[in-house]
C-alpha cells in the first residue's frame, strides 16, 4: 500500500491510504475467487520452504476451542465488477462458514470486524469502493447478522472516514481511525478516537460521546509525514497501541518504515511514544491480555508486493523484551502476518500469504500460531484477519 498520491502536490493522502489497506492486495486469480479454498479433509498443507505446516487435526491438538472465527475476504460479484471484501464466520475446524451480515450493503466493502468483549456483537467497517477518496463507516450488528446499526459517519468535510475500530476490554468504549481530507486531496488527518458506547434495549449499542487521543494533521509536518492504522487495547483499557507509517516531508514522499506507537485513552490527544525503530517495519499489533504486544514484519497492508519476509514478534509495552517468535518466512513467497492474541492469550491467530511470483500476494489462509513455541497450525480456511470469539462476561 503506499499513503502517497503522486499527482497530489500535498502527498501522502491519508484517506487513500486507508482505501488501499483492506489488508492485502492480490492478484487477479484471487480477487475473482478462481483460487479454491482448501477443503477441510487436508491433513496438512504445504509451505513454501518445504516445512509442513498441521490443519485442523493440529489445531484442535493445539486446544483451540470451536468458537466463531472473524475474518475476511474478497467475493467475486460477477464478470465485469470488482471483487468487494466481506467478513465471514467459521468455526477453527472449517465447519459452519457463513458471511457476518445477513444482507450486505450492494458496492460497498464490508472489513476490519472486532468482537465486544462478550462475543455477542460485531464492530466493523463499511467502505465505499469507488472514488478516490471513499467514505467510510463503522457498525454494529450481532452474530446473527440482523439489524446493523450505524455508530459513526463523517458529516462534512474534511471528515472522509472512521476506520479500523476496535472494542476495549471494558465494552464501553470502541476506538477509531478518524481520516480527514478534501475530494480534491488538499489537507489531510489521521486521529486515533475514542467513542463511548452504551447498551440499548435491543441488545445492541448506541454512540456517545467521541474524544480524540492522537493526531497528525498536515500543520504538524516537520520531518515526516504519519499515517495512523489499526489499534489494539491495553488490557487495562487506559492505552492503545498502532501502527503508524512514515513518510519523508520532501518529494516525492518515499516510505521511511512503519513503527508501533502507544498512547493513553485519557482526556485530549497526546504525544504517541513509539515502541519500535523504523527498519524493522513493525506493523499490526495486539495487545495480549497477559500484557506482551504481538506484531508482525513488513505488514500486508503497507507491503503488498515485497520480497522481505513477514514474521511474528513480541514486545513489551515499554520497548523492552523484543523476541522473534517465527523465522519460517524467509522471503516475499511465504509470509506469517496480521497477528491477532486469542482471548485468553494462549496462542495467535495469524494470516499465511502467499506469492506464487516470489511478491505479489496470490493467495491468503488463516492459521494459529502457538505461543511461546511459535509452531504454526493452518486453518484450511481461505481468508485473513482472523479473530477468535471471546466467551467473557462484561460489560455494562
Partial sequence: MSAINASSPRAPRVVLAFAACLTVAVSAAWATGTAAPLTPAAATLAASDGTRSQSHQGVAAAGLP???????????????????????????????????????????????????????????????????????TVWVVGVDGRHPRLIASCGAQPCRQYSYPAWSPDGREISMLRYGGYSDGSCCTSQVVVMKVRPTPSGSVAPGRLRVVASFRD?????????????????????????????????????????????????????????????????????????????????????????????????????????????????????IAGPVWTPGGRGILVTIARASDGSQVDRVDLAYLGAPSGAVHELGVYGAGGRLQPKRRCCW
Fill in 66 to 136: 470451536q468458537r466463531w472465527v472473524l475474518f475476511e475476504r474478497y467475493v467475486s460479484q460477477g464478470a465485469g465488477s470488482d471483487p468487494l471484501k466481506r467478513l465471514f464466520l467459521v468455526r477453527p475446524d472449517g465447519s459452519g462458514e457463513r458471511p457476518l451480515l445477513r444482507t450486505a450493503p450492494p458496492g460497498k466493502h464490508v472489513v476490519h470486524g472486532d468482537w465486544s468483549p462478550d462475543g455477542r456483537l460485531v464492530v466493523f467497517e463499511v467502505l465505499e469502493a469507488t472514488g478516490d477518496a471513499p467514505r467510510a
Fill in 219 to 335: 500543520d504538524d509536518v516537520k520531518s515526516t509525514y504519519d499515517a495512523y492504522y489499526r489499534a489494539s487495547w491495553a488490557p487495562g483499557g487506559k492505552r492503545l497501541v498502532f501502527t503508524v507509517e512514515q513518510y519523508s516531508a520532501e518529494e516525492p514522499w518515499p516510505l521511511l518504515g512503519t513503527r508501533l506507537a502507544v498512547v493513553g485513552t485519557g482526556r485530549g490527544p497526546t504525544r504517541p511514544r513509539f515502541l519500535t525503530r523504523r527498519a524493522l517495519m513493525a506493523a499490526d499489533p495486539s495487545w495480549n491480555p497477559r500484557r506482551e504486544i504481538a506484531f508482525s514484519t513488513y505488514g500486508l497492508g503497507t507491503f503488498q508486493t515485497t520480497r522481505e519476509p513477514s514474521n511474528v514478534y513480541t514486545i513489551r509495552a515499554d520497548g523492552s523484551r523484543l523476541r522473534q517468535l517465527t523465522d519460517a518466512s524467509k522471503d516475499g513467497s511465504y509470509r
